[in-house]
């Protein structure tokens, strides 16, 4: 059994939540990355990545309405065109990112990090413990991993 921590990278970008997207977008081309973690006052508070910034250049998705009696009742949560709308127009790193991210402790399996980000097509994964950031799994770490590269 492989830990995390055999494998976890120091996190090769970290920004604040104030940090402007034009500026993130800058780092992650320039440093050829595919994310960011996100760190206010010394605590993680999310991830952003390459696609949170692909998202803002998407089109709008219109929700779909039921007309009955003259009331239209739309058929999906009416909080979620606004969280995308939100999203689509936010200027700053902690408009576009992803809040509560899925994090691992150090002693975590290789295995079962790698299975996370698969089912949930993460392209980084947070290393935390005790509150604190210690470092990234990455695509290409569990790659190098798993080839002895």
Known sequence: MTAVREIME??????TS???VKELAAALIERRLDGACVVDDGKL????TSMDLVFQEKELHIPS????????IPLQP???LHDEMRKMAG????QIMSREPTVVPPSEDVSS????MVEE?????????????????????????????
């Open 91 to 94: 200027v700053t790193v902690g």
């Open 78 to 80: 009416m909080d979620q």
């Open 65 to 72: 309405f039921f007309t009955f009696l003259d009331i239209m």
């Open 113 to 116: 990090a790698a299975t996370t």
């Open 10 to 15: 120091p996190a090769p970008l970290i920004v």
């Open 45 to 48: 508070v999310g991830v952003v």
């Open 121 to 149: 097509h993460y392209t980084i994964l947070p290393v935390v413990e005790g509150g604190q950031l210690l470092g990234v799994v990455t695509k290409r770490g569990l790659v190098r991993a798993a080839y002895s590269l």
């Open 18 to 20: 104030e940090t402007p």
